[in-house]
């Protein structure tokens, strides 16, 4: 842009409208002293003609009356100044100014094209240090007097000149290039604004100058901060302006020359910038600049400032350094029950603050409410890092999502967060089991903030493609699915009827957003109606194999129902056994369960699986010719007691006879036991005992430790039988014993 300057004076002769000529440039500006007093009490008009296009209509004010690019305004000296920027070929003409009942005069201004003086330019320049910037000019006026004009809020004051000698402001003139060089020293916060740069000409009854705008920034550094941040992180930046709540804020890179400044546009509301997101808080005077995605390139030099007025600014130099390194940022998967609680854990250098949010629907991470947080625990193994852990209770649906958590540094007008882990929570339902061919229902509860938003229901990996979104109809049905959202009770459902294998597996709920974002699962078991009928005796191995589609978490459980089995999704209970081994044969879609060493207790029902559930139903039984081995121990033993406890009670009855008859007795029986011999040789066969011989006191029976006869046919009148001294009763009525003699 460029002025014309016009410096006329003249006297009013009285009863005689004044003529005046002026020529100035397009995209400069004129400035026009008239040479009458101002008249401050008087309304002053405008106005274009011959057509009387109205400008200024009549209107009073003390020193200044701004209608657009139009000003008239009182200089120093009580005179009547007219200011027009901006000035274009359609402004050519003659114009009428003047102060009711006082004076009037007619100004022609002719508006011609010219190169040099087009461009206005912009400077910032520090506090304390020098401002330079140059102003060319045309030829033709290369021995006119250089001056420099100060734009004011209601004035234009001339401050420098080549006749002055100032004490800040030098002006150097190269007459060979056409260009002047404009110098200020030791520059001051109240030495920002508009200076206009010209050449002052002189006419016969008028004067102006041919003007170049320059605006001058001046901007007060307060302090220097540090910031190191990771690829693919998160960072907040957070610069305090305390002084100045309400006013525009802005960042830039230096390294551009902060040209490009972003600022939110808006304040008390987040906005997107490029890159990165900006929220000016103007109860706070913070402006809040988070990276959404730190990269390489976004290392540098900033300036986290203020406009403390329109040509007056002050920053905070940020040196922002961003490492690759191969640890950060980490990422973290939790899942939590609804209405359970979860414990995230994350890892901060020693000296730092740790600092914990989650990120809301445009990505940016915002501090979580300290309701939400229950417990936030640090512990140092080590000087240069904490472990700190945050516990989250009454877990809800506007709990799962993106959280990220870092290290927080303060500095005196400077904050910045380092966000490093990233942590997915997702949200787990009960697990849905049912038997093949029945129908399911999959309920996924949402925040009411979603209501008007468009919900889906996948399987698995959950691609676009596999995804069945409810939009905003109220129910869908596809296939064997149908969808229902119940907008009241924040809550979609999903039905399948006639289930089969393929309808097992892990189901996830979304909302779509800017994309479908999955908050909450849940696992589909599907039991199968064929069961496997297993029949094994103890000390068996055996083998039993599992159908999966190659999923994580494979299950083997012992249980009545396979409710019983679940927990935690399909976390299912392990059976702590060595005897109990497991391969995986993935390519075959199975894995098998091998039992060694048999037992009777292992005997039950099993369910074996993942998402897809057989039942299994062991059962375990003794060996046969074992039993047998057994029960032919058992008789005979029997027998050795009953024939010991006869033999017994035949020596007490020999025990209660007097000698002589013990004698005779003695004879009787070895002749009768050489003629049970004699019958036994000759014909070999069972001896009887009948009932009526057999003792009738129970104390006659004894418990027999050993039990010896001879088996030679001279010793059998001299066999024995040892007794032990403990004594049992035995009420078998015969005992049949059979002895083969050598």
Known sequence: MKILLIFFTFYLISGAVRCFSVTGYSGGSLLVDTGEVWFSDSAKYMAKIPEWRTIINYIKH???????RFVLFCNEYGGLMIYIRELNTRDAGTYQIGVRGKWSIDM?????????CKVSKRVMVNVGETATFSCEYSQNYDN?????????????????STMDDGERFRITDDKQKNIFTVRITAVRPDDGGVYLCGVWIRGQSYSYSIIKPVHLHVVTKVGVSRAIGYSGGRMMIKCEHPQYKTNPKYICKESYGCSERKNPGVQDEWMENGDVSLYDD??????????????AADAGTYRCGVNVSHYTESFTELQLNVTDDENYPKSVTESAHLGGEVNISCQIPEEHEVHFCKEDDNHICQNISTSTVTEMNGSSERNEERVFTVSISNVSVRDAGVYWCGAETRDTHLTFISLNTKIQLNLITAPVVRREGESAEIICPYDSIYKSKSKSLCKGK?????????????????????????GTASVFTGTITGLTAEDAGKYWCAVTLERDVNYLYTHLIVIMNEELNLTKYEGDDMSIQCKHHDEHQKLFCKAHEPSMCVKDGVSLETIRDDRFSFSDEASTGVFTVNITDLREEDSGIYWCGAHIITKVNLTVKQDSLMIIIICVCVILLLIGGLTLTVCKLRHKRRGRTSTSDKRKRKKNTMSSCEDSRHDFLTDPGSAQLNSHELPTIPSDGLLYASVSFQKHEESLSDATVSFSKDQIHSDYA?????MRLN
């Open 462 to 486: 959950c691609s676009t493609r596999d995804r069945n979104t409810l939009n905003e109809e109220k129910e869908t049905k596809t296939d064997r699915l149908t969808l229902n959202d119940d």
């Open 734 to 738: 015969t005992v049949s014993h059979r």
């Open 282 to 295: 103007t109860r706070a005077g913070v402006l809040m600049v988070f990276f959404r995605e730190l990269k």
């Open 62 to 68: 003390d020193n200044w009356i701004n209608e657009g």
């Open 144 to 160: 006119n007097v250089k001056i420099i004009f100060k734009e004011g809020e209601n004035s234009i004051e001339m401050i420098y």
């Open 108 to 116: 022609t201004l002719k508006v011609k094209e010219d190169s040099c």
